[in-house]
Structures are given as structure tokens and as C-alpha cells.
């Protein structure tokens, strides 16, 4: 498995944005797939962004979001801009042994510890 960290997070205001980083162990990251997910208080985990062999938001994010790698630093980052309420959450670092990109949680097998996202209004 891969062991991931993430960082980032804080307080920010509605409109305002945030870049969160994921630095993951290993010599073979660039064959994995890095996935964002998030989780509100009281809602299940839900799918974000993933980049592998091909790059997939949720709608909501769209627009907004952006995900990059640098495969050189082994680095996952998750750009967020125009944040607002809603966004707000602990975001987790994911990563897949495949670079096929999927949206299930469940088919994720390494997480990091999470970084809090926290939208003002």
C-alpha cells in the first residue's frame, strides 16, 4: 500500500481558495491512480477528482476544482477556487494500484489522514 499525507486545509471565506497537497510513499506512483474524496458531518464519503489515465470531477466541482501530479515529488494537489459553504469538509487523499480512474470509494485501497476544509459565508 501507499502512505499518503495530505495538507492544505484551513478556514477560508465563500470565494476564496485553497490548494490542498497529497505527497505519497513509493516508487511507483506514477502507475497509480490519485483520487480526492471529502466527507461532510453526517454525510457518507463522496468522490471529487481523480487523475490516472484520464482526469474526472464531480459535477459540482466542475469549473472549480482542478487536479494535477507531479510524478517527479510524488505529489497529488487538489486546487480549489470560488469555494463556498458547501465545500466544506475533511478532504482525503486516495490512491489505487491502477491508473484506471474510478469514483467508488470502496475500489480505493490506501487513504491518507485527511485535512479540514472549512467555508465561511
Known amino acids: 500500500q501507499v502512505q499518503l499525507v495530505e495538507s492544505g486545509g484551513g478556514l477560508v471565506q465563500a470565494g476564496g481558495s485553497l490548494r490542498l497537497s497529497c505527497a505519497a510513499s513509493g516508487r511507483t506512483f506514477s502507475n497509480y491512480a490519485m483520487g480526492w474524496f471529502r466527507q461532510a458531518p453526517g454525510k457518507e464519503r463522496e468522490f471529487v477528482a481523480a487523475?490516472?489515465?484520464?482526469?474526472s470531477y464531480t459535477d459540482s466541482v466542475k469549473g472549480r476544482f482542478t487536479i494535477s501530479r507531479d510524478n517527479a515529488k510524488n505529489t497529488v494537489y487538489l486546487q480549489l477556487s470560488d469555494l463556498k459553504p458547501e465545500d466544506t469538509a475533511v478532504y482525503y487523499c486516495a490512491a489505487r494500484s491502477s491508473a484506471v480512474v474510478v469514483t467508488s470509494a470502496l475500489r480505493w485501497g490506501s487513504w491518507g489522514q485527511g485535512t479540514q476544509v472549512t467555508v465561511s459565508s
Open positions: 487523475i490516472g489515465l484520464s482526469i
